[in-house]
């Protein structure tokens, strides 16, 4: 790989340069207390971090949260991911309240050796996102002339042509960080030799968010098995009724292929959980997938269904997890995630965790982080990574 790494950057010394960082701080908020309900990614920026203040440098972080239309937007601001991260950090951080104005410049200009700057939310400003070059590119120069060089450790959004990841290090010195070089150590593995069998299990809620990876991952994986909202256009174009399930119709035809062309790869569910809402109180029953009533939808995959998917998990050598089996959110449908997750760590296998809502339902469910091989704070981005995409924010720093 011709990507230079932070540790060729701090080989060259690092004291008293500006380094700006490109991090992926997009945690997930309380809606209605606006805390910080997971802080992972947060936690997964530090060795990067922790490396530049120990070797003297100024460090100056940016990244997005959440999806603010290019205008300041406080329910968006990074405000109490600065205040997270100084506590994790164990030293304050220098929060600049704009992200390339006055407050940023002033910010950066007063940054001792070892001190770290967080600058204000990167969508708040048009340029980050724009499709338009120029303009981009004109957010960029400002960006840049707050680094002497340039980090990517928002492995999260390498899959964003996004100023801030694609047009940032090409006008900068750039390395990659050890968030970034971990994760893509990781995927490389899954994507070239994995060790078989190889189990994919995909959950989420719409089939065609996963159409491209399920196309991609046919014909390498020895299991697909699929769970999640997405299960029951698959249901349906196996000739079953879903009742009031989530069911994308201009799918069904696809999945009829997919399934055709699967050789017998894709395991599907047996048996559903169905509610009469989609509450947390709402009454429900575990049905076979042949018995789906017509006014109940279904909001979990049943235990004979998690058994089955756990017995291929126990053969399994390398594993590869996207997406929840249920709505895990609500204790009534979480036992399929809860056990397709346990199964993962009992597997006798290297286990990857693609994505940012999978992470947080491993810790949600206070599951051992440490029983996985590997978490992944990317969504999209592990997952175009295993479709075989070129990823923007790589490609730059392989330039
Ligand atoms: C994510 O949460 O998937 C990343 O932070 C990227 O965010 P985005 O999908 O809004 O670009
Ligand atoms: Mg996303």
């Known amino acids: 790989m011709s990507i230079r790494t932070l540790d060729d950057l701090l080989a060259e010394g690092v004291s008293g340069r500006r380094v700006l960082v490109r ?7 309380d809606k209605q207390s606006g805390a910080i309900t997971d802080d992972g990614r947060i936690r997964a920026v530090l ?40 506590e994790l950090l164990g030293a304050p951080v220098h929060f600049a309240t704009d992200t390339v104005g006055d407050s940023a410049r002033s ?26 070059e120029a303009e981009r ?22 899959h964003r042509k996004h100023a801030s ?25 899954l994507t070239s030799e994995p060790e078989r069998p190889y189990v994919v299990v995909l959950g989420g809620s719409k089939v065609s968010d ?11 994986v020895d299991r697909l098995l699929i769970g999640g909202g997405m299960c029951f256009t698959f249901l349906k174009a196996q000739g079953l009724e879903v009742g009031t399930s989530l069911l994308e119709k201009d799918m069904v035809e696809t999945c009829r292929n997919l399934l055709e062309r699967a050789d017998g790869k894709i395991l599907l569910p047996v048996d559903v959980v169905v509610a009469d809402a989609f509450a947390p109180d709402a009454a429900h029953d575990t049905v076979r997938v042949d018995g ?20 291929a998990l126990s053969q399994a050598k390398t594993i590869f997890w996207n997406g929840p089996m249920g709505v895990f959110e609500m204790a009534a449908f979480a036992a399929g995630t809860r056990g397709v997750a346990e199964a993962i760590t009992k597997a006798d296998a290297f286990s990857v965790v693609g994505g ?20 992944s704070t990317g969504g999209g981005a592990s997952l175009e990574y295993l479709e075989g995409k070129t990823l923007p924010g790589i490609a730059a720093l392989e330039n």
């Open 23 to 29: 991090a992926d701080l997009n945690v997930p908020l």
């Open 47 to 86: 060795p990067t971090l922790g490396a530049l203040v120990e070797a003297g440098a100024k460090v100056v972080v940016c990244s997005h949260l959440g999806r603010p239309k290019g205008a300041p937007d406080p329910q968006f601001s990074l405000s109490p991911v600065a205040d997270r991260l100084g």
């Open 107 to 132: 910010t950066v200009a007063d940054l001792a050796d070892g001190q770290v700057a967080l600058l204000e939310n990167l969508r708040f400003n048009a340029g980050e996102t724009s499709k338009d």
């Open 137 to 158: 590119g004109a957010f960029a120069d400002q960006l840049a002339a707050f680094g002497d060089a340039y980090v990517d450790d928002a492995f999260g959004a390498v």
């Open 165 to 189: 990841v694609y047009d940032v290090p090409a006008r900068l010195p750039h390395v990659a960080g050890r968030l970034v070089l971990r994760e893509v150590e990781v995927l490389s593995k």
């Open 210 to 220: 996963k159409l491209a990876v399920i196309e991609a991952l046919l014909p390498t």
């Open 292 to 311: 789906i009533p017509s006014h109940r939808l279904g909001l979990d995959i049943g235990p004979e269904t998690v058994a089955g998917f756990a017995a």
């Open 356 to 375: 940012g809502d999978s992470a947080a339902a491993v810790r949600a469910l206070g599951l051992d982080e440490s029983s996985f091989g590997h978490i």
